[in-house]
């Protein structure tokens, strides 16, 4: 019995209809591409802040780590695509493809078993997860190097576009998946940090990753990253449709876990850690599984910003930016879905868009002394964010009835109390 | 008249907690405010040691308005609050915490001889003077509490629910340390759950109900009064 | 840490080996290993060089130390972290800019006393310029701190922040305009000339233009020495401001709880506004200081000393006033060893791995109190 | 040391199965030994009280049964099973649950919530099924949902399902935060002050609340109490704690004459608590 | 031809760490621009210019590329000044088919595709950094200094290349390379490289970066007793140069105003009257690019890229630079000048041919 609710309905009809008009408006060329790439650069903030809103808003972690992990799905999936694109290559897909798999099958066993062992200790399961990893990583890059020509063969059999379009998709998703992989190794041992301490840490990883972005090819050889300089060459097949395709998925997928037993799980972490913890509720374990799924969000969106403009730069990545999608989840509203993702389009309309066109050239920097002071009116005007908590119907959790029928007097206490 | 507190109206933003609150505290009494949870009792204090700010009233102590005056201020004049839910510093030592309590004291030698004074009241504290706060039970916090209050020689003294989570023995003791207080000549405003007790040592009590006063008289006389019996003693046992 | 098992059936060796820290330890040992095995190395064989790089360290871990109190006591009173505090800094790097280039403030002894020792005009008129750029500052961080923060004191920790975010591009991107102090890159005047000395087997001389500096000395300016010894004054007042004055100990209850502080008869507001005046002060020197010794000044420039300095306040335990300099210290070595014998441009990595290894070993950083709640 | 009277209750149940054994249980913050060779034992069904001084150690105690303490030393066994260093999340799953001195609700969630939150480790559906909102997350969610209710009806609860539980004036916080701790299903409840700032009211009408829910749901119940009138009223059976150590056990007649608990804890005034105050004494 | 405007794109860092390149250069191009529209512009076309603010870094010149190209419209840019914005901008450049002429970015990256060939599109006015680094190596030799220390921003192609130039032109005329580092662009306190350097005795202290960074790295390096000559590249051409910090040093460039050609002298003397200050090689060579793409539509006679692309690739042009030919990779030939930085003036040192 398959039955699909109005509110549902309703919901998912009206974003694939928003989504098809912005395409008819793109193919009609009303929409220029200045403004076409400005939304789907709204769209890709949209799923790292719904990432950092799980992570944040919603199971209370305060991380500063979503960029770091944006930029390692960024970097990871344009490295595929540019094998294949410009050097007709896959190594990078297979080689990817064989880490992730090979590292996340070795982290699925070993959480079992140390799941049952009582009183792990994080900083040495990391050890060993990490030898673990580095172990296979190196095997993967073996076995890919074995079968890429096997699979270029395999990917040449098919139609140039559709190669590129598979190649891509898949490089979206290893990004994503390598970064939740790479969130889990660094949160094992830093989620046990409290919560200020954890934003820092997770400070800390983004600015790593920036620098070893910025040391790419000169200390890890990866040549066509080209380090500080920014890689450029990497195919631009992000489309408008793709992006949405991705946002409607992390979003289903966000608000299907929010309204369930775990969702509240997740929740009461944020709420009283100590209460959860007495109530049976293994906060590490959704600690962790609440970061890795943040930051899986945040390395498929950075596959996806990677295709946008063809071009990277560590840059990008710096640690400054890294607050941007802290300021979207808040000027959304902590804890509320709809309003991350009305702040990320927001944002990304107002200061790369509405901002940039209308201040004569020469007036640039006018850009951040405006955008300060709008986000400082903002929060001395709203402190808890543009929706606070509210949710549109789709995205509420729609309590069941109330069981207002009359008390069984039996199993009821004294009326006095 | 030491504090006459008129008409008083608190909001917590669209929440209206004191409904035109009146009375009053003379000079070396014991005046007792009872009633249920969230009847107002502690919205009172606060807003007489200024933590708080009425929108309507007035508060007058030693014939001065103090209704908009600075809690620091408050502080000076010789009214003490010793918060509900004791609210020591946690991350200071027991004997940081009683230099706080004579924050506003500048005389080093007072404060010496006051602080001797305090721990010999209660040897409790003397044996941790130098534990943090934080890691005191829910008893000697209390203690640390109104001694650390004492610190700053009060003239009227607002205790909000002091006997809360105390040991039976306890309370006792707090009680006579509070009755002993007041011999001294500082007058005492008591907030209170524990009706029996409150009224067994106050000289006037005030019982208060969803931010209003509903009834009001000798202490004695409201310990034998039937509605207070019935709401507030357990119907007597 | 390690949970202890009474009562329980043996464990396997690796049960046993997961359920102790060792194994983490180890890991983390063996990085230290590899950093200790180096740096010694490197020491054996060229000391005096290693002793010059300590000494490069010493000099940038000041600076920093004087940047981290800000933060670490801002944090410790209002649990805020304080992004904007660099941009104070480089406030107080241009306020001094002004001053000098502009206005020749640091000329006044000379002017006034034309017969007074040189040395001892350029020290009072850096003096002045250092005072100068402390009060800038305190006044800019108290309007800061009652134009964006007091209205959201009781509003969620993370809405501060984001003000204290926003707070900081403005100040950023207002200095940048054109007709503040552009977004170029301004040489900066030194308000004294450069005195280097050697010390060496010769003892202490001065070092000549051109000349070689003798095999096995060390080098030290007269920059390295301002710096460090401002700072350790600056320190050694804070510290006895802090624990000993009625405003020190008034601080420390604000932080722990402002009603409750009130209701000892503390002015929470003022107490507030004085903890942020006195960081941004310090900040304020220390800017001044940097710009000397790196005669550099852009609107942006408070950005990466000021997040040094903040990783330097978390590594020492943030709100410990010894630990923010303690952690500064540190910092400045790390970076500076890391840049003379690992890698230059990975030093800001290093740094940071420094940083998270610190935490799992200690949560709360070195000096760092663990939270003291009862369930 | 303290005259270790016999670590055996004597049950009025009539099983006298035992399902919580404490021997040796020490803990030292520092230098200081909050809690030091303590020793107890519960049997199916008791209803039993934790009482003594403020900072004798009970909170303690809770905190190390519950996991949220290591304990320095000794064990804790629960249904024979050794308990002490596990999780506090594996501690619960296994049957205790607890309250709190200070309440600690999920203040910022429903009522229904709360209650929900608690009964997640029965939830019966997987992350996936959750994921993809399939069959068996809808009929477990709505399962889960109803228990969930039908414990806030025995509490009276049932018509503040969707209040934010910080709304809630304290007593219904109180019975709140009770009713979440049996919604884990425990088979061992403990109660710290549950009568903290309630008026002699609504005192009675928890004393017999507890009376109620043990028998409803088969519990076995601890709880740490300073007001006589609920322990001397309710427990069947007392253990005094001092300084950390067990200084007297008995039934509410035989402690409330022991002199060296009226020496430590209830003070000469407990025979008549509403008595003349008597002035001047020293401490 | 005849009516209507011709829309160019200059692509420049107006403001940020080397504002003084983007301001000459810009000077150069408006100049010209005024003299082509005051002849009549160019086949009965008026020359109209957007600039941009492309801030010598890659993000923004990519942004600003798009920006010109799809809103403006633009079918020809002059710039970027500095190669790390080049390189990328000459890809969109390349693949929107829009004529790119950079006035002063030396790297030969600029105009080559990733498997060597020519981009069809990009071009240049300034000779190339093999050249360059040649230049500084031969005359380090020359002044008989016989070991060097290379400090250099990995993250900046120009300033990478050129080290790398340097490098081994040095070592295969017989010098040796004492010691390398590299440092990044926010960096400021080099005191740990420069000890090293000064530990290192080495002779020369070969610094390619930009002036601010020279500023910078002169001003500690007495500090912490550098006794090396501080060599660069046309990167310390700029008003803003710390004369006192690089004092001794000397740098390889585009021009001299001290050449005594007509040319250049009619140049500087019309510069002097518009701006009021000396015109440095990026103010030049700014004027000369745009000369030379101008020339180019003029001989095309229409407005058609690749036609004009044509058309400059076999241009032959007196600038003032030098006389122009584009080689196979589109960059001309040319001297170079070495300058000398002494008691708080530049001056002429010498001249190098390739
Ligand atoms: N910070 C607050 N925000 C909103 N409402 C509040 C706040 N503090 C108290 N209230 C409300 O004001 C009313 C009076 O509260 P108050 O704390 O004064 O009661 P009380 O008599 O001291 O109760 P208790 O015995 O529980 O201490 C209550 O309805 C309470 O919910
Ligand atoms: N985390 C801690 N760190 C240091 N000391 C602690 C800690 N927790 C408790 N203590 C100390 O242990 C002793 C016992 O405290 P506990 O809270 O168990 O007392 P209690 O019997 O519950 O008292 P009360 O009835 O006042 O709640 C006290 O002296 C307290 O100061
Ligand atoms: C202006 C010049 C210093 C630019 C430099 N030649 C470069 O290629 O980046
Ligand atoms: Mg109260
Ligand atoms: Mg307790």
Redesign the pocket.
Known sequence: MKRISRTTLIFLGSIVAFTLVVQVLISLNVLSPFWNTILRQGAVMAIVSLGLNLIYGFNGQFSLGQWGFYAIGAYSAADITYRWTNDANSNGLTVLFFTVVLVGAAILILYRVFGKIRGVDPLSAFAIYLIAAIGLTALAVSIGNITAPGVNGLLKVLPANIANTVVYLLAVIIGGVLAAEVSFLFGLPVLTLGSDYFGIATLGFTIIVKVLLDNSDVMFGFVEMKGARGMIGIPKLTSWIWVMLFLILVLVITRNLLHSSYGRAIISVREDEIAAKAMGIDIGHYKTLTFVLGCLFAGLAGGLYAHINGFLHPDTFNFIKSFDPMIIVVFGGLGSVTGTIFAAFAWQLVLEGILRSILPPGFETWRYVVYPLLLLVMMLLKPNGLFGNYEIPYLRQVLPPKKSTEPKPAQTAKESL | MMLEVKDLNVYYGAIHALKGVNFHVDKGEIVTLIGANGAGKSTTLNTISGLLRARQGSIVFQGEDITRTMPQDIVRKGIVQVPEGRKIFATLSVMENLEMGAYLNKDKAQIQRDLEMVLDRFPRLRERRN?YGG??????QQMLAIARALMSRPTLLLLDEPSM???PILVEQIFEIIQDINQQGTSILLVEQNAQMALSIADRGYVLETGRVVLEGPAQELLHNPMVIEAYLGGHG | MNRSEPMSKTPSLFESLVQQRTLGYLLLGLILLVAIWRLGNALLENPSLFLQQVTNGLQIGFVYALIALGYTMVYGIVRLINFAHGDVFMVGAFTSFYAISRMQLHLWPRVLFPNLNPFLGDAIGTVTVVLLSMVVCALLAVTIERVAYKPLRNAPRISALITAIGVSFFLEYFGALNFVYTANYITYRRPFDVVTWVIGNQGVQVLQRGQEVPPGAIIFSNISFIIIIVSIILLVLLQYFVKNTRTGKAMRATAYDRQTARLMGVDVDATISTTFAIGAALAGAAGVLYAIAYPQVVFWMGIIPGLKAFVAAVLGGIGSIPGAVVGALILGQAETLSAAYISTPMRDAIAFSILIIVLLVRPTGIFGEAQ?E?A | MSEQTSLQTPSTKTNGQEILRIEGLTKL??G?K??NNFSLSLNKGDLNGLI??????????F?MITGV?VPTAGSIRFNGQEIAGLEPHKINQMGIARTF?NIRLFSNLTVLDNVRIAYHPHAGYSLTDAIFHNARYKENERILTERAQEFLAVFNLQDRQDEIAKNLPYGEQRRLEIARALAAEPKLLLL??PAAGMNPAETVALMDLIHFIRERFDLTILL?E?QMRVVMGICEYITV?DF?EVIARGTPAEIQANPRVVEAYLGPGSAALSEKFRRKRTL | GGGGTIKVAVLAPMSGQVSTFGISTNNGVQLAVEEWNAKGGINGKKIETVVADSQCSADPAVNAANKVIQEDKVKFIIGEVCSSASIPVSEIAEANQVIQISPTSTNPQVTLNKDGSTKKYVFRACFIDPFQGTVMAKFALDKGYKTAFIMFDQGNDYVRGLAEYFEKAFTEAGGQVVGKESYTKTDTDFSAILTKVAESKAEVLFLPDYYPIVNLVGAQAKEKGVTAVMMGGDGWDSADLDLKAADGGFFSNHYSPEDPRPIVQSWVANYQKKYNAVPDALATLGYDAANLLFAAIEKAGTDDTTKVAEALASLQYEAVSGKITFDAQHNPVKNAVVLSVKDGKVSFSASVAP
């Open positions: 534990q890691t005191l039970s829910g008893g000697e989570g105390l040991s | 003291r009862k | 913050f520092g200081l909050a809690v003594g001084p403020n900072g004798a150690g009970k909170t303690t105690v905190n303490y001195q710290d002050e740490i300073h704690m950390g």
